[in-house]
């Protein structure tokens, strides 16, 4: 299974897919997370944050998630993923995916800023430290219409989050046994 996070930077996909590996780890179940920051430093380096390069990043990173998830790995591709139409590609090009929106408004955001991207993307137009793709304040992200799941990290605290990714996997995982069982006993 892959499940592919959205949303905008620190809503909250790291600390939830973090938080989650660890729990499904206590029972046992292997977790991998594709997360874009760290392929931004290897498989990714040669990509930017053009659309194009954005959506590149997403069809590379649900390949690794693809080359895993076949041989049992449940992965959890966690990155901004702000396009529908790439997101759409994975769904259909690979078995079991499901979308899940990591999502919190933008001025929960910039009163979080952990990382202190939203000062530098709201400073003056022609300041040397602007950020000019920061995603939501600068740049595009298209909310899914119809996610899996839907995780509101402003209304929602970190352990009922991780608690509900965790149920969602855990279910998707059943139903996606019971149906490869009925296949197999056809
Ligand atoms: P992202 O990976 O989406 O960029 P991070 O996980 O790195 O975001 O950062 C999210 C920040 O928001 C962390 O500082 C985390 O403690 C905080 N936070 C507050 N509430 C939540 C929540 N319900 N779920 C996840 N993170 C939350």
Redesign the pocket.
Known sequence: MIIQLC?L????????ATNVKQKAAAFGTPIEIIDGDNYREFLCKDLGFSKEDRCENIRRLGFVASRLSCHGVICII?AINPYDAVRNELTAAYEHVRTVY?DCPVNELIA?D?KGLYKRALLPEGHPDRLTNLTGINDPFEAPRNPDLHLR?DK???ST?VNELFGFIITSAARKNNSSLRVASV
């Not at 930077?9 to 939830?16: C, F, L, Y």
């Open positions: 949303g930077s620190g809503a909250g996909k790291t600390t939830i966690s990591i979080r952990t990290t929602k605290s970190i989050c």
